[in-house]
């Protein structure tokens, strides 16, 4: 059973550029989380998708940023217009179940805004 | 709201020693709570985990973390540590909702020196 798997694992943008980062959950995995790590810092909290669904996304910058999880195919986050201050490192995490179910991660794709 | 404050950002330690990695949180509802580790270049694994029960919880890998209510903190503790332990090491908690997003605290990077 392959893992949570991110691409690219690194994405150069010039400012100005869109960002599209994918993330495959686990099989039987309904559930994806995206997270933002910025240099020195923790893991923050972004979207939480079901399929077809967004069901929490406070943590989600009011502008620029959106994401997606279709019915078929892979989760999208997808950034419109890059700024450096979104370089960054972006985590994807899939659960079976909603809750206290755990989480697994990918490896991230980090990105790099020139 | 919840928070999570990692007391250490770096703790070097000899190999075959014990180590301490403290957390402490802040939650005005109960709470689940995390650690995870994090290898470079890679994504987040879960160590352990507590929900309810048993306040001194055991994980992978020889680690364990005791759940200390009234002082609202859950360190991560080792006996004698490897080599192979160095890496980012993050807390988490999650409130008791149906999303199960997890809030991170800073992370303490463990250096096992030989």
């Known amino acids: 059973n392959a893992g949570v798997m991110q691409n690219p694992r690194h994405l150069v943008r010039r400012r100005g550029q869109e960002a599209r980062l994918r993330c495959s959950p686990m099989k039987g995995h309904s559930h994806v989380y995206w997270y933002r790590q910025l240099p020195e810092e923790g893991l923050k909290f972004m979207v939480y998708l079901q399929k077809e669904n967004i069901i929490d996304e406070s943590g989600m910058p009011k502008e620029r940023f959106s994401a997606e999880f279709p019915k078929e195919g892979p989760s999208i986050l997808r950034i419109q217009q890059v700024v450096r201050g979104d370089s960054a490192a972006y985590f994807c995490?899939?659960?079976?179940?909603?809750?206290?179910?755990?989480?697994?991660f990918g490896p991230g794709t980090r990105l790099t805004v020139l | 709201a919840q928070s999570v404050t990692q007391l250490d950002s770096q703790v070097p330690v000899f190999e075959e020693a014990p180590v301490e990695l403290r957390c402490n949180y802040s939650s005005s509802v109960s709470v689940y709570l995390f650690w995870y580790v994090q290898y470079p270049n890679q994504g987040l694994q879960l160590l352990l985990k507590?929900?309810?029960?048993?306040?001194l919880v055991k994980g992978i890998n020889g680690f364990e973390a005791e759940f200390n209510k009234s002082q609202t903190s859950f360190h991560l503790r080792k006996p004698s540590v490897h080599i192979s332990d160095t890496a980012e090491y993050f807390c988490a908690v999650s409130d008791r909702s149906n999303t199960g997003k997890l809030i991170f605290g800073q992370g303490t990077t463990l250096q096992v020196k030989p």
């Open positions: 995490a899939s659960s079976e179940l909603a809750g206290v179910n755990e989480q697994f």
């Open positions: 507590y929900l309810s029960g048993s306040t």
